[in-house]
């Protein structure tokens, strides 16, 4: 059984290999290089040095975690019977995927010899200390990266002006359009060495960008939502605005809800722009309550998405651990009977009916307390037996209404109408919260129309002729 060694070929100057390389790749007697690409190799031939290449596999394979996988394989397969030195340029533990899968094979030993890094060469040329703030990544992995635009950021691996225009417009989300900053080819190798400063919209029109160059980035202003918590932040400073400094988590209560029914009156119109905006009022009230509570030190914004964001892995277990389900019935089970158990006390037996809020509405209080009741199977078979139900309780009301029985037994049996109506729409999977927001809509829409069809004498009208336009109306609008 043979070994790997993985060298570090540094930045591309030969003159910043180490002793420990420059002696690995002399003893070298099976070399593999990760690429031939690199400003240190035409000095390697020179020493006599022969290798095989795997440039190949990146002409070859469709992806670059398939090209890596297939270096690892080989490598793996030609070190169970002999040696091998494997080259890669820069440092090998810097953005070098192949090597880190190396490393967590338990196959084949695989020994380190370090390397200078480009990002020493490049921290010198842009005189960058790292350890005021700084976040490395690969170019050629950026999809669903979070930046921090508030530290100095070196994009490593920028390949090429396609690759750059990817990057440029992954990079935009975070920072400005016109941002500037410095791509860097080859940093430290005399003769290849480049640095040229343009605003970040124009990267991907440098032609010269190759598979040397590099990209870094300054502090920019914050934007999106680390921008909306920092002005929170600012607006509730002791200098800052004093209505917002006034607020509390109580005087706020009106405006959580208001802004969500708001919200929901943009979804349901379709307008993109209207559920943004609305979207964003929203989202202010959550983070103004974080601050408030950040300011008491109870929790702060990233409190809350880590609790948030560990409930979501918790209860899909389907999806972040080892569970199964087949349908999405199975998956609002499972949800109920994971949040059952997160709120279980030791010793103390929950209500079925726990954790339905209060302030929500009526309606919807209505259809979660008779959703929980059926976990437990407190429910009616079919809603034929459900319609039934909703006409006894319409011959209660009919008949407290002629025995007169006064506002309580009204409010009473009018509430058991409901109940019943609410139980009727959840055995027919309509949510009747959805199904009274759609008709109350129906119902302004045909009004206004009749409205219109009035020509302004509509106050004028007897009722039957109000129900004659409201057909009309009906007909017209639906």
Same mark, same amino acid.
């Given at each position: 059984?043979?070994?790997?060694?993985?060298?570090?070929?540094?930045?591309?100057?030969?003159?910043?290999?180490?002793?420990?390389?420059?002696?690995?790749?002399?003893?070298?007697?099976?070399?593999?290089?990760?690429?031939?690409?690199?400003?240190?190799?035409?000095?390697?031939?020179?020493?006599?040095?022969?290798?095989?290449?795997?440039?190949?596999?990146?002409?070859?394979?469709?992806?670059?975690?398939?090209?890596?996988?297939?270096?690892?394989?080989?490598?793996?397969?030609?070190?169970?019977?002999?040696?091998?030195?494997?080259?890669?340029?820069?440092?090998?533990?810097?953005?070098?995927?192949?090597?880190?899968?190396?490393?967590?094979?338990?196959?084949?030993?695989?020994?380190?010899?370090?390397?200078?890094?480009?990002?020493?060469?490049?921290?010198?040329?842009?005189?960058?200390?790292?350890?005021?703030?700084?976040? &490395?990544?690969?170019?050629?992995?950026?999809?669903?990266?979070?930046?921090?635009?508030?530290?100095?950021?070196? &994009?490593?691996?920028?390949?090429?002006?396609? $690759?750059?225009?990817?990057?440029?417009?992954?990079?935009?989300?975070?920072?400005?359009?016109?941002?500037?900053?410095?791509?860097?080819?080859? +940093?430290?190798?005399?003769?290849?060495?480049?640095? @040229?400063?343009?605003?970040?919209?124009?990267?991907?029109?440098?032609?010269?960008?190759?598979?040397?160059?590099?990209?870094?980035?300054?502090?920019?202003?914050?934007?999106?939502?680390?921008?909306? $918590?920092?002005?929170?932040?600012?607006?509730?400073?002791?200098?800052?605005?004093?209505?917002?400094?006034?607020?509390?988590?109580?005087?706020?209560?009106?405006?959580?809800?208001?802004?969500?029914?708001?919200?929901?009156?943009?979804?349901?119109?379709?307008?993109?722009?209207?559920?943004?905006?609305?979207?964003?009022?929203?989202?202010?009230? &959550?983070?103004?309550?974080?601050?408030?509570?950040?300011?008491?030190?109870?929790?702060?914004?990233?409190?809350?998405?880590?609790?948030?964001?560990?409930?979501?892995?918790?209860?899909?277990?389907?999806?972040?651990?080892?569970?199964?389900?087949?349908?999405?019935? @199975?998956?609002?089970?499972?949800?109920?009977?994971?949040?059952?158990?997160?709120? +279980?006390?030791?010793?103390?037996?929950?209500?079925?009916?726990?954790?339905?809020?209060?302030?929500?509405?009526?309606? &919807?209080?209505? @259809?979660?307390?008779?959703?929980?009741?059926?976990?437990?199977?407190?429910?009616? +078979?079919?809603?034929?037996?459900?319609?039934?139900?909703?006409?006894? @309780?319409?011959?209660?009301?009919?008949?407290?209404?002629?025995?007169?029985?006064?506002?309580?037994?009204?409010?009473?049996?009018?509430?058991?109408?409901?109940?019943?109506?609410?139980?009727?729409?959840?055995?027919?999977?309509?949510?009747?919260?959805?199904?009274?927001?759609?008709?109350?809509?129906r119902f302004k829409r045909r009004f206004q129309k009749m409205e219109d069809l009035?020509?302004?004498?509509?106050?004028?009208?007897?009722?039957?002729?109000?129900? +004659?336009?409201?057909?009309?109306?009906?007909?017209?609008?639906?």
């Open positions: 059984m043979g070994s790997i060694t993985v060298v570090g070929l540094g930045p591309g100057d030969p003159g910043q290999l180490t002793l420990a390389a420059k002696e690995a790749l002399d003893s070298a007697k099976r070399l593999f290089l990760r690429t031939e690409i690199h400003p240190t190799t035409p000095s390697m031939r020179k020493w006599g040095l022969k290798w095989e290449s795997f440039d190949p596999y990146y002409q070859q394979g469709a992806s670059f975690q398939e090209v890596y996988g297939r270096i690892v394989a080989r490598l793996v397969e030609v070190a169970r019977t002999e040696d091998v030195v494997y080259a890669v340029p820069g440092h090998p533990l810097v953005a070098e995927d192949a090597v880190t899968a190396l490393l967590k094979q338990d196959e084949v030993k695989v020994e380190v010899v370090a390397g200078l890094s480009a990002l020493d060469a490049i921290y010198a040329k842009v005189g960058l200390d790292p350890n005021s703030g700084m976040q &490395v990544v690969d170019g050629l992995a950026l999809e669903g990266r979070e930046l921090h635009p508030d530290w100095h950021t070196l &994009v490593m691996q920028l390949y090429s002006p396609q $690759v750059a225009s990817e990057v440029k417009l992954h990079l935009m989300r975070f920072w400005p359009d016109d941002h500037p900053v410095t791509v860097i080819r080859a +940093a430290g190798v005399e003769g290849l060495e480049r640095l @040229e400063t343009v605003p970040l919209y124009e990267i991907d029109r440098l032609p010269w960008i190759d598979y040397l160059s590099s990209l870094y980035l300054g502090p920019g202003p914050k934007r999106g939502f680390s921008r909306l $918590v920092s002005i929170i932040s600012r607006l509730r400073a002791p200098d800052g605005c004093p209505w917002d400094r006034e607020q509390t988590p109580e005087s706020l209560r009106k405006f959580v809800l208001e802004e969500a029914y708001e919200t929901v009156e943009a979804i349901d119109s379709g307008d993109e722009g209207a559920i943004e905006e609305e979207l964003g009022d929203l989202l202010l009230q &959550v983070v103004l309550q974080a601050q408030i509570f950040a300011e008491q030190d109870a929790f702060d914004v990233q409190d809350v998405c880590e609790a948030i964001s560990d409930k979501l892995v918790r209860r899909h277990p389907h999806v972040f651990g080892e569970v199964s389900v087949s349908s999405s019935d @199975e998956v609002i089970r499972n949800w109920a009977d994971i949040k059952a158990e997160e709120k +279980a006390k030791p010793g103390l037996s929950e209500s079925a009916l726990a954790g339905v809020g209060t302030a929500l509405p009526a309606l &919807v209080v209505s @259809e979660k307390l008779q959703a929980k009741a059926s976990r437990v199977r407190f429910d009616w +078979a079919d809603p034929y037996k459900v319609l039934d139900k909703v006409e006894e @309780e319409l011959a209660e009301l009919k008949e407290a209404m002629e025995e007169q029985h006064g506002e309580a037994a009204l409010t009473h049996e009018l509430g058991d109408v409901l109940t019943a109506v609410v139980n009727l729409s959840r055995q027919l999977k309509v949510d009747p919260e959805e199904a009274l927001r759609q008709a109350n809509a009035a020509e302004g004498k509509f106050a004028e009208l007897e009722l039957d002729q109000m129900e +004659a336009l409201w057909q009309r109306a009906k007909a017209i609008v639906g």
